[in-house]
């Protein structure tokens, strides 16, 4: 019999002595037998009658759940998943020794009787009454196969699971009535075909197909006769003949199952005996579910692909009926994601930043005027272990990841694109000074303003004291000059920001709104790797945003049926003009050739980018593109603990860490693999006259745009400057970027930028 889970009701030999009864009656019924002195039997036999005529004869047989295989946009396996390992197969490719074995020690005259075996019953009654136990069963192959139906149904739910399989009265009845249903409707070949299908042979293996392949690694088709003797043998009680965990009781109950086959003619006695002598043989394959066997790397992408089902409406109307969906599987899901930029992304990670180190890197790939999803990948691997991380650092809370991390400065070009599409000119100057307080008040949406505290107004500085404007947008961008974009900003406002932001796709990775203040330029709304790379697509595509995909298809076998389902695609929409877009392109490309990510340029193609470096140096980022796909890489510790200076990454010491040196490098190592034999395509550049300054700036210097040593920063400046959205502005005790100053743990950690507090003004940005 099948593997039993425990349930309640009566005693073993009370439910033997019920259950016996009922399959003497039902059993006579269909023979059309009048049986005298049910009460002898301890049962309420015209009750067990009536209830039995009362059961519809409806048995859903829900499709076996199977393996889902999760592929790449070449066809190459990532992954396979599963709620059951099991591939059906039909009766054909099953070995005759696997069928005859199974039928001669589970129920060796199946073919002779109805759904209910009267003899076997009688039988089994005899010797139970002997023992005074319940040594013998009676259930035919046919009311095995119901039970298994009623467990598979019942998924797991552990209260459908217990109900399905408790030993009473009113299970055995139901049991037997759709037993009678499917032997009318099936046959012996179907029935038997079945349960060899559904049934469970230890080892997470459900089916005889994957459990040839987990003990004997070869297909059910390819079993002998002893390896088939081994597995008919497991059903009865995985647990106690696991031939992996206790191979002395697993070779006693083969043994009895070939001496079974001989008993009833299906060997000879000879081929038993010789069988019997043979080892086990075992070839064990471990099982391979779930995405911590995706290769490449990939094993957080097949986590999205995951979110991604569990969460789109497209897949059912609930999430208990998507996943059903899942769980049900027998999927077959082509993803977006591209081999050759999946291997050159983990290559790159791999150079620069080890598993071991003290701070992780996540980088994210995406195909600009599609969505696509090209390749995800991180430092820490999928895993439970040391140094591994089932935490997807690449997306957004809501899709498996964490809080996500300030951007910092590569929020900016958001910024620059916002006041461009509003009209203002690529070449305007600002006079940028190394220090100085926000500008106040500053218009914010819904006709509200952010305020400073005018007796202690919030500063921020940029990152050198040499760093002195005026400048203009192009070098301000290229240097990364804090004091030029909050000055922008203050400028236009902060509404064309947060809705220019919303247009690209540009959210916090914790699912709040971004915060109604000016330090929003200099990137204190924590986002995600994903984010951030989807909304320089907008850019690469010359103002269009298309939001990000994993899937292209899926194909689901259901019963022996194959058909495709729908999947989510990916919303364009424009989010600025081609002008501005062309004019963004411009300006970061410069950043990439002669501003702070010069290290991060590609020598063979248009490249263009922004480096970001957080708060006392927690994070830092690099996020770039070409006209065909677009990148972003963030480094630091994703607990928000341990700053970038004095560190050592990847083997390399470093005294402080920017969005230049770790980050860039990467980026540009793995856009390299990524784009290698591709197309070569240009940018729409725009001509940008030099505003006017009265000094020549040149271009940038090494170091990124943010704070120094002492957490001096003005690149994000710390925690933000409240949620200064109302006409008296922020309620907050406004803080100071001054390392003489203590700064509460929760503020300087959690970097939100949505904070409240006490008086005019706000937290610093």
Known sequence: ?????????????????????????????????????????????????????????????????????????????????????????????????????????????????????????????????????????????????????????????????????????????????????????????????????????????????????????????????????????????????????????????????????????????????????KPLGLKVSKPKNGCITAVKGAGFFCDYVREVFLNDPVFGKTQK????????????????????????????????????????????????????????????????????????????????????????????????????????????????????????????????????????????????ESEVGPYDMRDATAKSVNTYYVQLISDIGICPVTEMAGKMGVERADGDKIGQNPSIALGTQEMSPLTMASAYATFATRGTYCSPIAIESIRQTVGGQKKSLPVPKSTCSRAMSENTADTINTLLKGVVEDGTGSEAGLDSRASAGKTGTTDERYAAWFVGYTPNMAGAVWVGDPAHKRRMTNITIGGVPYDKVFGGRVPGPIWRDMMAGALEGKDAPQFNLVSIPPGDTGKDDGRGDEDDDNGDDDGNNGDNGGNGGGNGDGNNGGNGNPQFPNPTISIPEEWTINGNDNGGGNGNGGNFP
């Open 1 to 277: 019999m099948p593997k039993k889970r425990s349930g309640g009701g009566l005693s073993p030999t009370q439910q033997a002595a019920k259950f016996l009864g009922v399959s003497v009656l039902a059993g006579a019924v269909m023979a059309g037998i009048a049986v005298p002195a049910f009460g002898a039997l301890g049962l309420a036999a015209k009750g067990s009658v009536e209830g039995f005529d009362e059961i519809p004869t409806n048995l859903k047989r829900p499709p076996l759940s199977q393996r889902t295989t999760i592929l790449d946009n070449q066809g190459g396996q990532i992954a396979t998943v599963y709620s059951r390992d099991r591939t059906v197969v039909d009766l054909k490719d099953i070995s005759p020794y696997m069928q005859k074995a199974i039928v001669a020690i589970e129920d060796a005259r199946f073919y002779e009787h109805g759904a209910v075996d009267l003899k076997g019953v009688l039988r089994a009654l005899n010797k139970n009454a002997q023992s005074g136990g319940v040594s013998e069963g009676a259930s035919t192959l046919t009311q095995q196969y119901v039970k298994n139906v009623f467990v598979e149904e019942a998924g797991d739910d552990a209260t459908l699971v217990a109900q399905a399989t408790q030993q009473t009265l009113g299970r055995k009845v139901r049991e037997l009535k759709f037993a009678i249903q499917v032997e009318e409707e099936l046959g012996k070949k179907k029935i038997l075909e079945n349960y060899l299908n559904i049934t469970f042979f230890g080892q997470q293996a459900y089916g005889v197909e994957a459990a040839a392949q987990r003990y004997f690694s070869k297909s059910a088709k390819d079993l002998k006769v002893e390896e088939a003797a081994l597995l008919a043998g497991i059903v009865q009680s995985p647990s106690r003949y696991d031939p992996v965990n206790d191979e002395e009781e697993a070779v006693k109950r083969r043994n009895t199952v070939l001496q079974r086959m001989a008993d009833v003619h299906d060997i000879s006695r000879a081929e038993a005996e010789k069988a019997k002598k």
């Open 321 to 464: 009926a998507r996943a059903k969906i899942w769980n049900q599987g027998g999927l077959t899901i082509k993803t977006t994601l591209d081999p050759q930029s999946q291997e050159s992304a983990q290559a790159s990670i791999k150079d620069h930043v080890y598993k071991s180190d003290d701070v992780a890197t996540a980088a994210t790939i995406v195909e600009p005027g599609t969505g696509k999803i090209l390749a995800m990948g991180q430092s820490r691997p999928y895993g439970f272990g040391k140094n591994e991380t089932q935490m997807n650092l690449s997306v957004d809370a809501g899709m498996g990841g964490g809080a996500g991390y300030q951007p910092g400065s590569t929020f900016k070009p958001i910024v620059a694109a916002a006041a461009i599409e509003g009209g203002k000119p690529a070449n305007q100057v600002y006079s940028s000074p190394y220090e100085m307080a926000y500008p106040s008040p500053v218009q914010a949406c819904d006709g509200k303003l952010w305020k400073n505290d005018p007796a202690n107004p919030a500063k921020l500085t940029n990152e050198n």
